[in-house]
């Protein structure tokens, strides 16, 4: 089954914002064994939408057709596909209904442009919105299909995952075409994308030689880290599961401490886990970041269990009164052991982990860009430092010493538990 | 003149990696005056990179296609435009050379591979390659163009602006076609895209009527607020400027104080431009946001300048024994005022400004996911707390507290200013 995506606004072709619907789209669909020979943008212009979605329909069996569904003058997708479908569209009160109680809770009236998204051409599905206003369109057109999708892209992800690609699924098996392919991630810190894959090549040959099922590629997701995607295809999922399962520990068993999770784990979450299994709470005291950690660990759900705060020390004395640094430099490992200690000390907390340095673009206290120093206090355990020189712009920096210093608690974490 | 960018490679539809190249030609066009009303992405196949372009010479006056002049057997895209053109592909002996030449002053012997990237379609004239191996074509088709550059996007910057642009408008001055297009983006917070649509929707129509120019148009940008932009077409820069100045107040003058900024402007900056000119520091409390507030504001240039730190208070006991609080509800009006006084006082900034609420998935103290306060306390005024309910989940009702809570400190510290 081929799938076009075709993507809807002005400012996708003015390059205001980049496409990114379309690649997550295009991965989802791969995912799923939805192939996608071509992808579209057009702007909000009636005539070319209803040229791009004809286009679309003449060399592939489907399109997803993604934004131009809000409440303004400028949203004419819906208008597009009636065209298309040569069908009217008629207001359904179901949606206006919905759509005016998600204002009313919010204590606000709906205003009267909202009424347009409830437009259903003649023939069409809606798709329900659990998040936002606009509801999706499955639609017909001879026996090929239109799916309609908002651009907003959470709404997007959430709406093509419960609707889209079910329904997808179904025609496909409708078709004979039931192969299922599944794919996971393992996660890795602290390699390089060529040492990695160096490390990986001959488990790459052995799988090549044995068919090429799974086979191993690599993403490089700069302050992520490296991923290492494994992919299967098998007649149904509890089969391909088995095939990554086993993968899955070929390549944990090559690659070493270096991976730290697989498919939706975080470093952040990893730690959590960690903390949670050791029954230890965790203080920060950060400088360069300023914040960054502690906002990226609270995202973890159920953060208050083991999460007790940060002192954002951003001004130097800030360190040394609140935190105890002792007076001097304060891009230094001295001083991230005393914050450190610090942290543990003021935020009552059994761990305490600190982050000094400087993010840039000037060098600080002759220490250069991308110098930062990681403190970490911890029980049972001399207060230690690291150093590291990390590459990149201010907010690259930032977000690497944020990871590293994460992967020093995780590391120590995980021996603590085995000593 | 109409131009389509055609973008070449499988990585593109598989989502592997997003699709920057024509977000940024569709950019430079729109500056340099190009119009472009579509956009497509099309795998390394030679049957779809032909119907692809065919496609785009039909509905456009020319094409700018990206990718797939490499010297692997995927790279395909000057076969495709061979046979667009219905001519044969003939080595170019200059190429050849030059290519080894770089191969040579790298002390490495050219692969064979890498001839194929002297091939030139018969009629076509290439583009000298400053960067790399690969060479553009200026390919004519009838009385339409094709203009093909390498995919790798630094390579593709230097000769789209060296080669491409001139020839451009080149056959624009010919056509009689030397308009510029300018816009500008303002920037609002604090009002639905529907409620500004109908605020703007008689302005919207009086330059319908007037003809066009400017035109306006919404981008909804979820957590960044509502964007206006402002596009205006004329016969030079300066021309182009003075029509976007004097819109850009007509907006102001409707919108209001909703209006914080243009273009580059965010939230951050702006409130650290207010707090530069009135002299002030900065502290903040964190609860619900666990540090994103400060970790947002230091990624403002210069942020030490005004910026002291942050107390990120996640747990009650660090409220009530660091910040001050008294004993009793965490997410009240009570304790974000207790908490904006406490990181005064704590901090040793002039201004304090906290937040404490509920990011959910579950209920706190029995308010719902949503509610959050804000306390602020600044010299002269007494402490203030503001009440809001916010959408969306734990990530999102966070982002919105963020640039809610520096939206009040902004509207406060322009009435101090002009008080």
Known sequence: ????????????LLGQIADTNSAWLG????????????????????????LALRTALARSDGVVVCGGLGPTHDDITRDA????????????PAIVERIGQMFSTRGRAMPESNGRQADVPVGATPITQMLGTAPGLICPV?????YALPGVPYEMYEMFSRAVLPDLRRRMAEQGDTAVIESRVV??????????????????????????NPTIAFLASGIEG?????????ADTEAAEALLGAEEEQVRAIVGEATFGVDDDT???VVADLLKARRLTLGLAESLTGGLVASRLVAVPGASDWFRGSIVSYASDVKYALLGVPAGPVVSAEAARAMADGA????????????????????AEDQPPGTVFVGLARPGAETESLEAHLPGDRDRVRQYANISALDLLRRRLIHDGSG
Do not use: Y
Request: hydrophobic share 50%; net charge negative; no cysteine.
């Open 142 to 146: 001879g026996h090929k299909v239109i």
């Open 27 to 50: 991965e989802q669909m791969a995912l799923g064994g939805v192939d996608s020979h071509f992808h579209q943008a057009v702007g909000d212009n009636l005539e070319r939408i209803v």
């Open 81 to 92: 596909i009636a065209a298309v479908m040569n069908v009217a569209l008629v207001r359904d």
């Open 344 to 363: 543990r000390r003021v935020l009552g907390a059994d761990v305490g982990l600190a982050l000094t340095g400087v993010a840039g673009p000037d060098s």
């Open 187 to 212: 996660r890795t810190w602290g390699m390089s994308e060529s040492g990695l894959a160096e490390l990986l090549a001959p488990r790459i040959e052995a799988l090549d030689a044995a068919g090429g």
């Open 226 to 234: 490296i991923k290492v995607r494994i992919t299967a295809k098998a």
């Open 1 to 12: 089954m081929r799938i076009e995506v075709v993507a809807v606004g002005t400012e996708l």
């Open 267 to 269: 470093m952040e979450s």
